[in-house]
Protein backbone atom coordinates (compact mmCIF):
# COMPACT_ATOMS: atom_id res chain seq x y z
CA UNK A 1 0.00 0.00 0.00
CA UNK A 2 1.99 3.39 -0.84
CA UNK A 3 1.48 6.47 0.39
CA UNK A 4 0.32 9.33 -1.25
CA UNK A 5 0.26 13.05 -0.51
CA UNK A 6 -2.44 15.64 -1.79
CA UNK A 7 0.60 18.04 -3.06
CA UNK A 8 1.80 17.80 -6.30
CA UNK A 9 5.48 18.58 -6.85
CA UNK A 10 5.62 22.28 -9.02
CA UNK A 11 8.15 20.93 -11.70
CA UNK A 12 7.52 23.29 -14.79
CA UNK A 13 9.29 22.66 -17.99
CA UNK A 14 10.43 19.15 -16.03
CA UNK A 15 8.53 16.76 -18.18
CA UNK A 16 6.68 15.56 -14.53
CA UNK A 17 2.70 14.10 -15.71
CA UNK A 18 0.90 15.02 -12.99
CA UNK A 19 1.99 18.36 -12.72
CA UNK A 20 1.52 19.04 -16.10
CA UNK A 21 -2.01 17.56 -16.53
CA UNK A 22 -3.26 18.81 -13.92
CA UNK A 23 -1.87 22.55 -15.03
CA UNK A 24 -3.27 21.58 -18.50
CA UNK A 25 -7.04 20.84 -17.17
CA UNK A 26 -6.92 23.72 -14.52
CA UNK A 27 -7.32 21.33 -11.16
CA UNK A 28 -5.65 23.04 -8.76
CA UNK A 29 -6.46 25.42 -5.67
CA UNK A 30 -6.03 29.21 -7.27
CA UNK A 31 -5.93 32.32 -5.12
CA UNK A 32 -7.18 35.58 -5.75
CA UNK A 33 -4.07 38.35 -5.34
CA UNK A 34 -3.37 42.17 -5.35
CA UNK A 35 -1.16 42.07 -8.03
CA UNK A 36 -1.64 39.29 -10.15
CA UNK A 37 -5.07 38.65 -10.16
CA UNK A 38 -6.06 34.89 -10.14
CA UNK A 39 -3.38 31.96 -9.93
CA UNK A 40 -2.54 28.35 -8.57
CA UNK A 41 -1.43 28.78 -5.01
CA UNK A 42 1.68 27.41 -3.95
CA UNK A 43 2.35 25.93 -1.18
CA UNK A 44 5.03 24.28 0.45
CA UNK A 45 5.04 20.43 1.70
CA UNK A 46 7.29 17.24 1.19
CA UNK A 47 8.25 17.52 -2.23
CA UNK A 48 9.21 21.62 -1.57
CA UNK A 49 6.81 23.86 -3.71
CA UNK A 50 3.20 21.79 -4.29
CA UNK A 51 -0.14 22.95 -6.09
CA UNK A 52 -3.19 21.51 -4.13
CA UNK A 53 -5.93 19.59 -6.33
CA UNK A 54 -9.65 21.32 -6.31
CA UNK A 55 -11.53 18.44 -6.14
CA UNK A 56 -14.91 20.92 -5.99
CA UNK A 57 -13.37 22.01 -9.84
CA UNK A 58 -15.30 19.88 -12.49
CA UNK A 59 -12.24 18.31 -14.39
CA UNK A 60 -10.26 17.46 -10.35
CA UNK A 61 -11.86 14.22 -10.24
CA UNK A 62 -11.11 12.68 -13.55
CA UNK A 63 -7.96 13.92 -13.31
CA UNK A 64 -6.80 12.54 -9.78
CA UNK A 65 -8.69 9.05 -10.93
CA UNK A 66 -5.93 9.46 -14.36
CA UNK A 67 -3.65 9.80 -11.97
CA UNK A 68 -4.15 6.81 -9.99
CA UNK A 69 -4.36 4.49 -12.77
CA UNK A 70 -1.45 5.43 -13.91
CA UNK A 71 0.48 4.78 -10.62
CA UNK A 72 -1.59 1.61 -10.77
CA UNK A 73 -0.31 0.80 -14.25
CA UNK A 74 3.69 1.02 -12.97
CA UNK A 75 3.00 -0.23 -9.14
CA UNK A 76 0.32 -2.62 -8.40
CA UNK A 77 -1.65 -1.51 -5.02
CA UNK A 78 -4.93 -3.13 -3.39
CA UNK A 79 -5.29 0.67 -1.16
CA UNK A 80 -3.64 3.50 -0.74
CA UNK A 81 -2.62 5.49 2.52
CA UNK A 82 -3.44 9.12 1.66
CA UNK A 83 -1.80 11.43 3.98
CA UNK A 84 -1.89 14.90 4.63
CA UNK A 85 -5.29 15.01 2.98
CA UNK A 86 -6.13 18.11 4.69
CA UNK A 87 -3.96 20.35 2.70
CA UNK A 88 -1.51 21.04 5.07
CA UNK A 89 1.63 23.67 4.02
CA UNK A 90 4.77 23.76 5.30
CA UNK A 91 5.04 27.74 4.87
CA UNK A 92 4.13 29.96 7.95
CA UNK A 93 2.24 32.43 6.26
CA UNK A 94 2.77 33.03 2.39
CA UNK A 95 5.00 30.66 0.48
CA UNK A 96 5.03 33.57 -2.61
CA UNK A 97 5.06 37.32 -1.56
CA UNK A 98 3.46 37.72 -5.05
CA UNK A 99 0.55 35.88 -3.68
CA UNK A 100 -0.45 38.16 -1.31
CA UNK A 101 -4.44 38.08 -1.40
CA UNK A 102 -6.39 40.24 -2.63
CA UNK A 103 -8.39 42.60 -0.30
Known amino acids: MP ?3 AGVAMRPD ?3 KAYQTGVDKDVFLKIKTAEN ?3 NFIG ?5 EALFPDFFAQNTVGWWHDQLDAMHD ?3 FDG ?5 NEV ?3 CLGLCKQNQKPAV
Open 88 to 90: SNF
Open 3 to 5: ILD
Open 74 to 76: LIK
Open 14 to 16: QDY
Open 44 to 48: SVWPN
Open 37 to 39: GTQ
Open 80 to 84: LWEDM
